[in-house]
Each structure stands twice: as C-alpha cells, then as structure tokens.
C-alpha cells in the first residue's frame, strides 16, 4: 500500500485556499452584520480624513477617537479596555494606557491600529490586497 503524501508547497497551497475561503466567507458575513446609530457626538462637526487610506489619512480628533471606542465597546464582546487594547493588537503593560491617551487626544493611534478599529465598525471596507503570484 502506497500513500501518497503532497509535497509542501501543495499542503501550503492548499493552507492558503481554505483560509482565502474563509475570509470570504467572513466578508460575506460582514454584510449581515447590524447598524447600530448611537454615537454620542455629531460627526458633521469634525473632519473625515479619519477615515481615508494610507497616505492621505489624518489622525481622528479626540473626540472621535473617544466615541468611536466607546460604541465598539457597547456593541461588541470587547467591553473593557485591557480587551479592546488586545483586539487592537496592543501587548503589555502599557496597552491600556495607550487607548486612553488616543481617546484624550495626548496621542494619535497609528494608521494600522484605528484602520482595525474602522473596519470592525463598518465605516470602511477591509482591504483586499491582490496576489501576484505563489513566489518561491
């Protein structure tokens, strides 16, 4: 009896499909998720440059920064800082400390970071980035 084995690059290939599925199986659910309207600012007040790709962004306004962490946290199974920090992606000690500065203003979150948050919160798509090719 012979049992043929696929090579690596097949087993990765392979890897890669079921997690391309899925994503898209999760942007699919994405679509379905709720719309919840209870920011407790008035948006129209502060600029929407927050809200741009890489290389036109602008750090939100504190106040933003503040409502936008907030609702995340009413609206999700992150309800506290220390689990907003870690989905944010944040480690250590001072992971709180970081969000609380981004919410006071006394810091502005990187793009990654408040891109993450952006995305959670529907108010931009993810960002699906092509692939060139299975570089070797």
């Known amino acids: 009896m012979e049992i043929k084995i696929p090579s690596i690059q097949e087993q990765q290939r392979l890897i ?3 997690a391309t599925r899925e994503a898209i199986r999760q942007l699919e ?3 379905n998720a709720p719309t919840v309207q209870d920011l407790a600012i008035d948006e129209s007040q502060y600029s929407t440059e927050h809200l741009l790709p890489e290389g036109r962004w602008k750090p ?3 106040d933003v920064a503040y409502a ?3 609702q995340f946290k009413r609206h999700s199974d992150y309800k506290t800082d220390k689990a907003v920090a870690e989905f944010l992606g944040f480690r ?5 400390r970081r969000l609380r500065a981004y919410r006071e203003g006394s810091e502005s ?3 990654g970071v ?3 948050l952006l995305v959670a919160t529907g108010r931009v798509p993810q960002e699906i980035i092509p692939v060139i090719a299975f570089m070797r």
């Open 16 to 18: 890669f499909e079921q």
């Open 29 to 31: 659910q994405n679509l």
């Open 60 to 62: 939100p306004h504190a």
């Open 68 to 70: 936008y962490i907030e």
């Open 92 to 96: 250590g000690n001072n992971a709180e």
């Open 109 to 111: 979150p990187p793009f």
């Open 114 to 116: 408040w891109r993450r």
